[in-house]
């Protein structure tokens, strides 16, 4: 989660909501984030999400940067929008029921903030992603994913009668709802069994290349990732590393690549700039924004 800078609002009204979320999608997409969960309130969002790449801090980088830079923009102003780093919980996911405790958490955030009358349906509250559950597979965004939530209900399938059971429970979980039943989820660094915590501590006090989370065989950083697929295009158009260097900075090619790049990794203009031999980040915005109009890559000189 994180709140707004001097706990004032991240959204002024649904225009922001809904940008925030697309650039929740774009964040999916380039990290392979799978999203859980979600609520935005007036000064603060919760995100329940899976990292199977364990690029949790790159892609909070892009998504928190991107974010406040479009609010910015939209409403003329400059400066942090956030109040620091985001708080994250880390949370055992082997269906012992602790993310579907988050699960609830996160959707009954609009009844302890009382954006909702007694009376009112969880589901009258557009901003969560409740309201997404209870829609046809069809229907939802294709970057959330409900099994998981479900299953640990034991809702196996994603049916009418099965978003029907999980509407029912979840309303259930609210009226049972007291103050300090959530105390392990906001003050704690992680939610689960002794055994899951004594793992993490293990893992902690290894040398970081034999941690799950930190890298090793299994793990690849952003920027390995990004050059990976900067190797795939090149081959793709057969293309050496000396070819970048000898075209022109605006080459429609290039701007393809750095087009991919921008879409499916958070590495950042300059490094793109450097990799495509581009010049400089200026340049490459100039170029990706001419694109995304259609216009003319000649438009863009070097």
């Not at 989660?1 to 940008?19: A, K, S, T, W, Y």
């Not at 405790?101 to 009382?114: I, M, Q, S, T």
Request: glycine share 10%; hydrophobic share 35%.
């Amino acid at each position: 989660m994180n709140r707004g800078d001097r706990r004032e609002p991240i959204f002024r009204d649904d225009q922001d909501r809904q940008r925030f979320l697309q650039t929740l999608a774009e964040a999916c997409a380039k990290t392979g984030w799978q999203v859980h969960a979600y609520c935005l309130m007036p000064n603060h969002f919760h995100l329940v999400v899976e990292t199977p790449h364990a690029n949790l801090v790159a892609g909070m980088k892009w998504f928190l940067g991107t974010y406040t830079s479009r609010f910015n923009r939209r409403h003329q102003l400059f400066g942090h929008l956030f109040s620091g780093r985001y708080k994250a919980l880390v949370v055992d996911g082997s269906g012992n029921g602790y993310l579907h405790a988050v699960g609830d958490y996160v959707h009954l955030n609009p009844v302890r903030a009382k954006l909702l009358m007694p009376e009112q349906p969880l589901r009258d509250y557009p901003w969560s992603s409740y309201g997404e559950y209870l829609k046809a597979p069809g229907r939802r965004v294709p970057w959330l994913r409900v099994d998981r939530l479900l299953g640990e209900l034991g809702i196996g399938q994603d049916t009418a009668a099965g978003r029907q059971e999980f509407a029912r429970r979840t309303e259930e979980r609210r009226r049972r709802d007291q103050p300090g039943d959530w105390k392990a989820i906001r003050r704690g660094w992680c939610l689960g069994g002794e055994e899951f915590r004594q793992e993490l501590l293990e893992q902690m006090s290894e040398p970081m290349g034999r941690q799950p989370y930190g890298g090793g065989e299994r793990q690849e950083s952003a920027e390995v990732q990004a050059q990976r697929l900067v190797a795939e295009e090149l081959r793709r158009r057969q293309w050496s590393r000396a070819d970048l260097a000898q075209r022109r900075k605006g080459d429609p090619e290039k701007v393809k690549i750095a087009r991919r790049l921008r879409r499916e990794t958070t590495m950042t203009l300059e490094w793109i700039a450097k990799q495509l031999a581009m010049g400089v980040a200026g340049y490459v915005a100039n170029c990706l924004r001419a694109a995304q109009k259609g216009k003319k890559y000649a438009i863009v000189r070097d």
